[in-house]
Structures are given as C-alpha cells and as structure tokens.
C-alpha cells in the first residue's frame, strides 16, 4: 500500500448555500507525479482509496504489469469526503444530505488543482465511483482523455431513488442499522439466479438456518466491523444525488463540448445501474460526442459483476491502457 495522504479543500460552497471544510485522504501508486499519464480511479460505496497491492479492492485491474500498469501510469485515489477510511482522523460529515455527487466531483477537482494536474489521461470508477467520474468529465469536459463508467450511470433512476430510501431509513431507524442495511443492499448487488447458483437452498444445519441467511449476516457483520454508520448514511444518500441537474439537453450540450473519448460498459443483469440506462445515454450522445463506445460484462451476478468478472473487464479495458 501506498503511503495514505491528507488534504484540506476549505470553505466550498454547497447546493444548499452553506459552507463546508472537507478533510480526506488519498494516494498515489505507481509512477512519481509528473512524469507519467494521469489515471484516476473513483472507488464505490463501500471502497476506499486503497485499489492496488495486497488488500486493493481493485487489484486485478491495478498493478504493476497488470491492465492499468503502474510502471506505466501514475495512478491517484481519493477516499470520497466522509468515508472515514482513515479512522484515526474520520472527518465524517453530520450534515450528510447537504453533499451530492457534484460536489465530491467538485472536490476532487480542487484537490487535483492542488496537486497542479489540470489533465488527466482517464477517468475511470465502477457503481457511485463512476458516477462521480461522469460528474468530473461534466465539470470540466476538455481535461479528461477517456472516461470510463462501469456499471453505473450519469443520472440516478427512480429505482435507485427508491432503494436508497429504504436504505435510509433502515440506517436511520434499525437497531442494528449496519448490518440490516447491508443485508437489503446485497441483494440488490445479485441477481435471483446468481444466488440460487452460489447457494442451491443449501441449508447449515450446525447454525440452524439456510445458506443465504448465513451469508447474508456474515455480510453485514463484516460491514459493521469496518464502516461506521455516519460515513454509511453518507454514501448511501449520494446514490440519489446522481445527475440531479442532468437533462437531455446538457447532456447534448455536454456531447458537444468535450473531448472525452467515452467507454461505457455495463453489465447485462445489472439492476442496480441497469443496462438499458446506459444504452439510453450513449443512444443520445453518440451523435454529439466525437467518439463513445457501448460494451457489456456478460454475468449472472448482476451489479457486483464489475468486481467478480476481472477477466472480462480486463479485455475490455486492454485496448485503452
């Protein structure tokens, strides 16, 4: 692991009017700054700015002669403001319905200007991470190269709006809110057909109860154990925060304006950031945008196929790095 740094973008200015100081973390792996194509990996609900090494959630695709090659790129993760991943200096956030998804863009943009990089070679995040990539490329649509979303999309549908409410409330009114709210967000992660295949109704007989059920649990325990419940709320409450000012016109202006090179890739049973979303938004740019590209994770697994099918991400992210 790289060594974990801190930085401060103060007094930024939210929808709501009011002010707020952001403290997070983040790192850098693979080539000094400066001397090497820039790739920014945005993490998902539960990641973190650890992607490469031993404990790297993303470490199939983030490596030394791995597909994002560290002898070749400088690679930089920021922890989303709030996430408490550096629990010794949490800097979690109360006020967690105030931040959006446009303003984590808008941070981690001031946070580049501070490192002095005002261009990078790719953006590229799964789930919530690559939502907030989209919302960076929005922002400042000349100053990225590739944009990669993967399984996710520029604007939360009404599905997702409503999973993040019961989400809400379940982490808001549960006496064991963690690990409830994560049980009902596993779920929508799978397919019906994914769990049946992993589980068969198999049934432990030694904790008297079905296979899921102890997964399910063993699941949310885990969360428990390393995410706290304000840094939860937080990232749950940005699902629904996705794209709130996108329309099809900035959409198409958008289209116009940038010089991205976008690559879409969804995955086929995804019902949390279906499919169709997707095929929609490239169906309404690609006759705006100088070049954008649909490709698709074939998997039972459903949304968590970004993080399960590396071999077939790998292949499609082979060309581009």
């Known amino acids: 692991m790289s060594h974990l740094q801190e930085i401060t973008i103060a007094n930024h200015t939210l929808p709501n009017g009011s002010t707020h100081t952001f403290h997070f973390t983040y790192q850098v792996e693979g080539q000094p700054l400066h001397s090497a194509p ?16 031993d404990n790297g959630w993303w470490n199939s695709l983030v490596g030394y002669d791995k597909v994002i090659d560290l002898n070749r790129y400088t690679v930089i993760a920021f922890d989303i403001p709030g996430n408490g991943y550096n629990k010794e200096e949490a800097h979690l956030i109360e ?89 009902h967000a596993m779920l929508l992660y799978r397919t019906p057909a994914s769990l049946q295949q992993k589980f068969a109704n198999g049934y432990k007989e030694s904790e008297s109860q079905y296979a899921i059920e102890s997964w399910l649990k063993y699941h949310g325990q885990t969360l428990n154990g390393r995410f706290s419940l304000q840094a939860y709320k937080l990232m749950n409450h940005l699902l629904k925060t996705i794209g709130q000012k996108v329309t099809e016109e900035s959409l198409k202006t958008f289209g116009q304006h940038t010089s991205a090179k976008i690559h879409c890739i969804a995955v086929d049973t995804d019902y949390m950031f279906t499919k169709a979303e997707q095929e929609y938004t490239v169906a309404l740019l690609k006759d705006y945008c100088k070049h954008i590209t649909y490709q698709e994770i074939q998997s039972i697994h459903g949304h968590d196929a970004f993080l399960i099918e590396y071999e077939q991400l790998n292949n499609l992210l082979k060309p581009l790095f």
């Open 95 to 183: 006020d967690y319905k105030a931040i959006t998804t446009k303003v984590v863009a808008e941070v981690f943009w001031k946070a580049l200007d501070r490192l002095h990089i005002d261009h990078l070679y790719a953006i590229i995040g799964g789930s919530l991470g690559g939502s907030i990539a989209w919302e960076m490329t929005f922002i400042r649509p000349q100053a990225v190269d590739h944009l990669i979303p993967i399984a996710t999309s520029c604007k939360a549908s009404d599905w997702l709006i409503g999973n993040a409410l019961i989400q809400d409330s379940i982490l808001n009114n549960s006496s064991q809110p963690i690990e409830d709210a994560r049980m």
């Open 38 to 53: 820039i790739v920014l990996v945005n993490h998902a609900l539960t990641g973190n700015s650890e992607v490469a090494g």
